[in-house]
C-alpha cells in the first residue's frame, strides 16, 4: 500500500485540493486583471497569439506573418502545433482578445495545481500533495507562465502528468501503462520541442531501472516508443508532406543554434545568453523555412565548433542563467521582454532561490527515506541539459517546476514535522524510559 492511500481517511485530500485550486485561479485572474498593462508581449507570445487566430479561421497552420501581410497560406512549422491548437479553440468559442487568450492560461494553470497535488499526493502523501498543490497555487513562476501567452502554460500540467504516469507504470508495469508514458512524451513533444530530452532521461531510464526481466523491460520500452509515435507521428507525417522535412518543428532549433553560437553570447555581458540579430540573414524573406533553418543551424554549428575553446566558458554560465545564479537582475530585466514585468521576474527569482533550497532538502530526504526520487531530478537534469546545449533563461525551468514543488513540499512537512515532534511534551512512558 501507498502512502498516499495509507493516509487518505486522516487528512481529506480532494476539498483541500478544492479550496486550494479555486484560490489560485482567483490569484491567476487578479494577476490577469491587474498586471495585463504592464506586461511586456514579445514575438513569441504575439505569434502565438496569431497562429490560434489563422488556425480559428480555417487556415491552418500557416505562417502567419505572410498571411497578415500577403494573404498567402503558407505552411509551416515553426513550432509545435498544440499550444496554438488551444487558442484556435478558446478563439473559436469565446473570443480572440489578448485577456481572453490569456484567462485560457487560468484553465491550465488550475490544472496546473490540481495535477502537482496529485502527484505530491503519489509521491509522498496526502499532507505533502496539499502543501505541494498550496505552493503550485501561489507561485510568481506558474502564475507568470499562465498569464503569459506562451507554451509553457500547457506544457506544465503536461510534464505533471507525465510524472505522475511515469510512477504509475513503476508501480504496476504493463504495455499499456508505458503506452500511456509514452503518449505523455508525445504531448510534451507537440507543446515543446525540448519534451523529446524527457523521453531521453525521464521515459528511458525509469523503464531500464524497472524490477522486471530483460525482456520485459524491452516490451514496456517498445510501449512507450509506440506511444509516443501515435501522438507525434501525425504531425511528422504532416510537416514532411506540408514543407518537406519531417521535422517536430523548424525554426525553433535553427534560431537556437545560430541565437546562442554567434560572437555576442559567446563574451560580454550577453554570455551564455540568445542573440536575436545573430538569427537575422538578408535573404530570409526569399527562401523557404526549411531552408532558412538549415542555413542557421549550420551557421550556429559551424561558430560552435570553430570557438570549442570558449566552452568551459559559455556552458556554464547557461546553466547558471537557467537557475537563477548569474547577474539575476539583469536578467529578470532580459526575461521581461516575453510577456513579463520586471518586478514580478525579481519576485520569481527570490522565490525559486527559496524554493530550490526546499528542493534539495527535499530529495536529501527522499533518497535516506528510500523514495523514488529518480523521475523527479529526471526532470531537473532535462531543463539544465537543454540550457547547456542552447541557452540559459529561468523560463524554460518550466518542465522541473512539478519536481521542484513536489520535493519543496517534502521538506516543508518533514520541517513541519520536526518542529510539532519538538514542541510535544514528551509522555510518561517516554519519560520513564531510561
Known amino acids: 500500500m501507498t502512502e498516499s492511500s495509507a493516509d487518505s481517511s486522516s487528512v481529506r485530500f480532494w476539498p483541500w485540493i478544492g479550496c486550494i485550486a479555486a484560490l489560485g485561479l482567483a490569484a491567476r485572474v487578479g494577476y490577469i486583471l491587474g498586471f495585463s498593462s504592464h506586461l511586456n508581449f514579445g514575438l513569441d507570445s504575439i505569434w502565438y497569439q496569431l497562429e490560434g487566430g489563422a488556425l480559428a479561421s480555417g487556415h491552418g497552420y500557416v505562417d502567419p506573418q505572410r498571411l497578415f501581410e500577403s494573404g498567402r497560406d503558407v505552411a509551416t512549422a515553426f513550432r509545435p502545433p498544440l499550444y496554438p491548437g488551444l487558442l484556435a479553440a478558446v478563439v473559436s468559442w469565446i473570443g480572440e482578445s489578448r485577456q481572453t487568450l490569456q484567462l485560457a492560461g487560468v484553465a491550465t494553470g488550475t490544472v496546473s495545481i490540481v495535477a502537482i497535488g496529485v502527484l505530491g499526493r503519489r509521491v509522498a502523501g496526502s499532507r505533502v500533495g496539499i502543501v505541494a ?54 504531448l510534451g513533444a507537440l507543446t515543446r520541442g525540448d519534451a523529446v530530452l524527457l523521453f531521453a532521461v525521464l521515459v528511458t531510464p525509469s523503464v531500464l531501472f524497472l524490477r522486471r526481466p530483460w525482456k520485459s523491460r524491452l516490451v514496456f520500452g517498445l510501449a512507450a516508443v509506440a506511444g509516443f509515435a501515435l501522438l507525434v507521428g501525425p504531425w511528422i507525417a504532416r510537416n514532411q508532406s506540408e514543407i518537406g522535412r ?101 519576485i520569481t527569482w527570490a522565490t525559486h532561490l527559496v ?28 531543463v539544465t541539459l537543454a540550457a547547456a546545449l542552447s541557452y540559459g533563461k529561468q523560463r524554460f525551468l518550466a518542465a522541473a517546476e512539478p519536481a521542484l514543488l513536489v520535493t519543496g513540499a ?25
Open 355 to 382: 524554493l530550490f533550497g526546499f528542493a534539495i532538502a527535499g530529495f536529501v530526504l527522499m533518497a535516506r527515506r528510500h523514495r523514488v526520487w529518480l523521475p523527479l531530478a529526471a526532470t531537473l537534469v532535462s
Open 133 to 186: 498543490a498550496a505552493l503550485a497555487a501561489g507561485s510568481p513562476a506558474l502564475i507568470g507562465f499562465d498569464a503569459s501567452l506562451m507554451s509553457e502554460t500547457l506544457y506544465v500540467p503536461i510534464v505533471a502528468g507525465l510524472l505522475l504516469m511515469t510512477y504509475r507504470a513503476i508501480d504496476r508495469p504493463s504495455p499499456l501503462r508505458w503506452i500511456g508514458v509514452g503518449a505523455l512524451c508525445g
Open 246 to 346: 519531417p521535422t517536430l518543428a523548424t525554426l525553433d532549433a535553427g534560431t537556437a543554434l545560430a541565437g546562442t553560437n554567434c560572437p555576442a553570447v559567446y563574451r560580454g555581458p550577453m554570455i551564455g545568453f540568445w542573440e536575436n540579430d545573430c538569427t537575422l540573414r538578408p535573404d530570409d524573406a526569399r527562401i523557404s523555412e526549411v531552408e532558412r533553418n538549415d542555413r542557421l543551424q549550420r551557421d550556429g554549428i559551424n561558430y560552435a565548433f570553430d570557438h570549442v575553446d570558449r566552452w568551459p566558458a559559455v556552458v556554464p554560465v547557461r546553466v547558471l542563467r537557467l537557475w537563477g545564479l548569474w547577474d539575476p537582475i539583469t536578467q529578470s530585466r532580459l526575461e521581461r521582454v516575453e510577456s513579463r514585468n520586471s518586478t514580478w521576474q525579481v
Open 410 to 434: 517534502f521538506a516543508v512537512v518533514a520541517l513541519f514535522d520536526r518542529v510539532r515532534n519538538r514542541a510535544s511534551p514528551p509522555t510518561p512512558a517516554a519519560m520513564l524510559t531510561p
